[in-house]
């Protein structure tokens, strides 16, 4: 998708391993969200960011943690990856609530 | 907790007919949009309406809102096989700044050459 791109695009790991994913905008947008969609809960919001090194907790944040060091970049760690982390996982972006957000192609990932 | 809620979950139509798909929410809203997702790919924004419209226009999409019955309505008129794909109603809470979207669980569209 124009303007934001997430990887890796897949990624098979090992319970217990930590996994970072990365979400990167050219948009100079102030607001970017991590999303997971799982079968029967659709898209749920992890964390979300306002600013640099501005984030806070969304729906179903135990378990991860973020960072954003500069505009384009938010991170996405799962700091001992479980079972219940396999998904997928979509970053967006938004300039304000009055926009609709653009997403990323999502993130593929797998905890055996 | 789910904001919105989809109706029907799935619908099935042939080329040409005319898809509508429903929307439910239970609090007050800033915007409602809708997205659509083909398979495996990320979601597309299609439309934003804001609380205090009630009706808005794009292209062969047409959306309502009723804030007082907290729906909202999408209609793809003369619809096309490429159309198939899952639809999503997301709101933004009412008085937000930075806009939480809260999706559905959206509405599988199928449509049939």
């Known amino acids: 998708d124009a303007g934001i791109t997430q990887s890796p695009r897949h990624k098979v790991t090992e319970t217990g391993t930590p996994v970072t994913l990365r979400c990167h905008q050219t948009?100079?947008?102030?607001?970017m969200y991590w999303y997971r969609q799982d079968p029967g809960h659709g898209l749920r919001l992890i964390h979300y960011?306002?600013?640099?090194?501005?984030?806070d907790k969304g729906e179903v944040s135990d378990g991860y943690s973020v960072s954003r060091s500069k505009t384009e970049d938010f991170l996405l760690t799962l700091e001992s990856a479980t079972s219940s982390q396999t998904s997928v996982y979509f970053c967006?972006?938004?300039?304000?609530?009055?926009?609709?957000?653009?997403f990323g192609s999502g993130t593929r990932l797998t905890v055996v | 907790s789910q904001q919105g809620e989809e109706d029907p979950q799935a619908l099935s139509i042939q080329e040409g007919e005319n898809a509508t798909m429903n929307c439910s929410y239970k609090?007050?809203?800033?915007?409602l949009q809708w997205y659509r997702q083909n398979s495996g790919r990320g979601l597309v924004h299609l439309i934003l309406?804001?609380?205090?419209?009630r009706e808005k226009h794009s292209g062969r999409l047409r959306v309502t809102l009723d804030t007082s019955k907290k729906s909202s309505s999408l209609l793809i008129t003369a619809s096309r096989a490429a159309d198939t794909a899952s639809y999503f109603c997301?709101?933004?809470?009412?008085?937000?700044?930075?806009?939480?979207?809260?999706f559905g669980q959206g509405t599988i569209l199928t449509v049939h050459p």
């Open positions: 967006a972006i938004s300039e304000s609530a009055d926009y609709g957000y653009t």
């Open positions: 948009e100079n947008h102030r607001y």
């Open positions: 960011s306002y600013g640099v090194k501005d984030t």
């Open positions: 609090t007050s809203i800033n915007n």
């Open positions: 309406i804001r609380s205090n419209e």
């Open positions: 997301a709101t933004i809470a009412g008085g937000t700044s930075y806009g939480k979207l809260t």
